[in-house]
């Protein structure tokens, strides 16, 4: 599920970039989280890390991208947030 999650998101971004005529040199999605210790296991909360590096990239943009994916363009994070809530921490790298 978590990575369903970090595939969506991630081709979302990515693509969200490029139609903003950004190309990051690299470009990642890491996805944790906390789970119930009894049975049923379940999620309790999921952690988003956005890695990304490049020179032209500005954090803004890069969270409108990522917002744009969490709030609108996601299915998985449609689904799962129903459920559970999801941070997310945006690092960049110049």
């Known amino acids: 599920t978590l990575t369903s999650l970090a595939g969506c998101t991630a081709l979302d971004v990515i693509s969200i ?4 005529r950004l190309e990051p040199e690299s470009f990642s999605v890491e996805a944790e989280s906390e789970v119930t210790d009894s049975h049923p296991r ?3 909360k999921i952690f988003l890390t956005y890695r990304l590096k490049g020179a032209n990239l500005t954090y803004e943009k890069v969270e409108k991208a990522v917002k744009l994916s969490q709030e609108t363009y996601c299915g998985v994070t449609a689904m799962l947030q129903k459920a559970v809530p999801i941070e997310y921490e945006i690092i960049i790298e110049k």
């Not at 970039?17 to 903003?20: C, G, S, T």
């Open 17 to 20: 970039l490029r139609k903003m």
């Open 42 to 44: 379940v999620f309790t």
